[in-house]
């Protein structure tokens, strides 16, 4: 019955956003750069915010991940009580998944520069991946100056990406 109602928790708990022990595990890389870079923000705050600038709420991939992100970087000074208040049940959960426990001077598995620009990373990846569908749907016949303005910011977004990841390789 125990391990059931663990199940179920566990199940219900990655809808929301978040993920049990068992199931963090299984999670795809980006979900655990976002949890990651979210713990960190939330524990941590004062000591990421110079790598935050950077993030975008669209980085997160879920509802409750952009929530808890937004609630994060605009709440002043960090304070988890403020951060917490007006939360939606699912941000909320995922809030005291990644909080309750939790200490704040714990190392993190990742540096958080790197944490951060991998966040950048995913971000950029599905940025791009979704200017190639567009681009793939207009004719550059037709429709010439679309397809060009959409082709440059195509190139723009992959520079990005690989200046990220040589700052990555740099670091390691």
């Known amino acids: 019955v125990i391990q059931r109602a663990l199940a179920d928790e566990a199940h219900t708990s990655e809808n929301r956003g978040g993920a049990s022990g068992v199931e963090r595990g299984r999670l795809p890389g980006h979900v655990k750069v976002e949890r990651e870079a979210l713990r960190l923000l939330l524990l941590d705050g004062e000591t ?20 808890l992100f937004r609630a994060a970087r605009t709440s002043e000074g960090f304070s988890s009580a403020r951060i917490a208040e007006g939360l939606s049940p699912d941000a909320l959960a995922l809030f005291s998944e990644l909080t309750v426990g939790a200490d704040a001077g714990s190392e993190a598995e990742t540096p958080p520069a790197e944490l951060f620009a991998r966040l950048r990373v995913f971000g950029l990846e599905r940025d791009i991946k979704a200017r190639r569908d567009t681009i793939e749907k207009v004719n550059p016949l037709e429709e010439p100056e679309r397809h060009d303005a959409l082709f440059t910011e195509l190139v723009e977004l992959q520079a990005r990406r690989r200046d990220l990841l040589k700052g990555l390789q740099g670091e390691q």
């Open 48 to 67: 990421t915010a110079r790598w935050v600038g950077d993030v975008q709420e669209s980085d997160f991939t879920s509802g409750a991940r952009r929530e």
